[in-house]
Nanobody, 122 residues
């Protein structure tokens, strides 16, 4: 059974950077797709970025294109976030699925981590 654990959240000023990590265990890394999602208070969970099992395909929400990047190395998937804005604040979750599609869709992911808080504020 795949288990996902996020880390790397925190408080950062607008314009700053953070790198989130999603470490997976319980399955060979090449067979699962990982997506990053976020949920702000009072809002629905939304897709941020996702990456295929090989790492060769990625997709980003329009709101983060050019600022966020996603990569994977062995059993860890990274979300590099730059030029952070207050509207990027929320709980960030990583999740997995076994079929890659674009754009990333919340309902297609079935295993979720516990989330990590990202707060962008001065």
């Amino acid at each position: 059974q795949l288990v996902l654990v996020e880390s790397g959240g925190g408080l950062v000023q607008p314009g700053g950077s953070l790198r989130l990590s999603c470490t997976a265990s319980g399955a060979p890394e090449h067979i699962y797709i990982i997506g990053w999602f976020r949920q702000a208070p009072g809002k629905e969970r939304e897709a941020v970025s996702c990456i295929s099992g090989s790492g060769g395909r990625t997709n980003h929400a329009d709101s983060v294109k050019g600022r966020f990047s996603i990569s994977r190395a062995k059993n860890t998937v990274y979300l590099e976030m730059k030029s952070l804005k207050p509207e990027d604040t929320g709980i960030y979750y990583c999740a997995s699925t076994y079929a890659y599609s674009e754009p990333c869709e919340v309902l297609e992911y079935d295993t979720w981590g516990q989330g990590t808080q990202v707060t962008v504020s001065s």
